[in-house]
């Protein structure tokens, strides 16, 4: 069923229309970013401030307070005629997700934007020496509850790998588990990660995606691996973050898994308790809706301010958010 799903959001995905889309000056995006306490973002690419570009239509998750923001920045497939920048080598800090119920497909989504926030964070300050608000430990396997470890050794026993779990500890205090293969089998470790309030359901999303990789890895990684090689080729410090080499080398304190809090709330208070928890650190949270029908919903869900610098492991040349600086 997850794959059936999965197949769906990816297909919505790259046939989405911007329903709402309306063009917004460069300048007004900056202002509008500024009330929201965001300095440093993306859109200070735009290489004339008074350029126009087209822009998406979203709303507070909890209120109808309206936020506006570049389609190139939300769907990979947008070409903006508007825009004569670089903005559109970069992605925004959203969620894209699916559900069976719109709220179910809001919480898969607000999850995803904290789990890459999370993980860029661990990029940043254990990868890069650059201080970030998050830490990590890594998970003594031998704590982890017994269907987990089953799962993990038959990973290990069928890829030839040793799997490590990492605990991130982000601001939010939303749990994140990174699960890292680090055999010599790749030119770079394959990674899973999840995110949830149910510290359990985290561990098992990041293990099953690690599995999932595993078991899809093609000739596209492969590709994606060779460029990865040449583009970092004279920067030895990004090609040992990439390959998470600073697990080894920075000194990471283990962890004893212990079961968190179990949480048999509903869907609606589980997105109120994430909502509130970005909230007293000063994040907003807006979705947009991409797809209703079939029994099926599609949405999207941004959360300006946070960090995307995890898609330098998917090919991408940028710097941390707070690295952009205003122009």
Not at 68 to 87: A, E, G, H, M, Q
Not at 270 to 294: F, H, P, Q, W
Request: glycine residues 6%.
């Amino acid at each position: 069923m997850g794959a059936i799903f999965e197949t769906i959001e990816h297909f919505y995905y790259n046939s989405q229309r911007h329903r709402e889309q309306i063009i917004f000056s460069a300048q007004n995006l900056k202002r509008q970013l500024k009330s929201l306490g965001v300095n440093s973002y993306p859109i200070n690419l735009l290489h004339r401030q008074s350029a126009y570009v087209q822009v998406d239509k979203f709303l507070g998750i909890n209120n109808n307070e309206s936020f506006y923001y570049p389609c190139v920045l939300n769907d990979v497939n947008f070409k903006d005629n508007n825009d004569d920048s670089d903005i559109s080598g970069y992605r925004s800090d959203n969620g894209y997700a699916i559900g069976a119920t719109k709220k179910e497909a809001v919480l898969h989504a607000l999850n995803e934007v904290i789990e890459r926030d999370s993980i860029s964070k661990v990029l940043i300050r254990y990868g890069l020496g650059i201080y970030d608000d998050c830490d990590c430990w890594e998970v003594d396997k031998k704590t982890l509850p017994y269907n987990i470890r089953v799962l993990i050794g038959s990973i290990e026993a069928t890829s030839g790998t040793e799997v490590r779990l990492i605990r991130i500890h982000n601001v939010y205090s939303i749990p994140t588990i990174l699960c890292v293969s680090k055999g010599k089998k790749w030119k770079y470790p394959l990674y899973g990660a999840g995110t949830s309030l149910d510290l359990e359901y985290a561990t098992i999303r990041a293990v099953t995606e690690l599995l999932q990789l595993i078991l899809l890895f093609g000739k596209e990684d492969q590709l994606l691996f060779e460029r990865l090689d040449k583009q970092w080729k004279e920067y030895n410090l990004i090609k040992i973050m990439l390959r998470f080499e600073f697990l080894s080398n920075r000194p990471i304190r283990n962890w004893n898994y212990r079961k968190g809090k179990k949480f048999h709330k509903n869907v609606d208070g589980l997105i109120a308790e994430e909502v509130s928890k970005l909230k007293r650190c000063k994040r907003r949270t807006y979705v947009r809706d991409i797809y209703e029908g079939n029994g099926v919903y599609v949405v999207q869900v941004i959360v300006p301010g946070t960090e995307l610098f995890n898609l330098i492991l998917e090919g991408s040349v940028l710097l941390p958010c707070n690295y952009y600086g205003e122009q």
